[in-house]
């Protein structure tokens, strides 16, 4: 059984037990949520119910792992023979998530 979720505007492939990284959650570590924005959902059998947005009375389960942050990327930017030259780091926060079970 899978489900296809929103979260932070990006769309994830998730199934149970599954860990994945979304963006930054306000929640701490150990805490469970419910996801209501699903956007299809397929089970054992190879039914697959898809949305117009959302599924509806269809909910996923997960909690959260961990608060983090990426690796840092570097922002340079630079105009040729201006001598303009901005350097800049950024890390972006994430929340790490596990999966626990798909309500469909």
């Known amino acids: 059984m899978y489900a296809v979720i929103t979260s932070g505007g990006k ?4 199934s149970e037990g599954s860990v994945l990284k979304v963006e930054k959650l306000d929640a701490a570590a150990g805490d469970r949520l419910s996801i209501d924005q699903v956007l299809m959902v397929s089970d054992e059998n190879g039914s697959v119910k898809v949305g117009d947005p959302l ?3 269809a909910r ?12 840092k990327i ?10 303009y030259r901005r ?9 790490k998530i ?3 079970k798909i309500e469909a």
């Open 74 to 83: 570097v922002v340079f930017k630079y105009k040729r023979r201006k001598n």
């Open 55 to 57: 599924v509806s009375n």
């Open 60 to 71: 996923v389960e997960v909690e959260v792992m961990e608060q983090g942050r990426d690796k």
């Open 11 to 14: 769309q994830y492939k998730v």
């Open 87 to 95: 350097k800049q780091g950024h890390r972006q926060p994430f929340t």
């Open 98 to 100: 596990k999966v626990i």
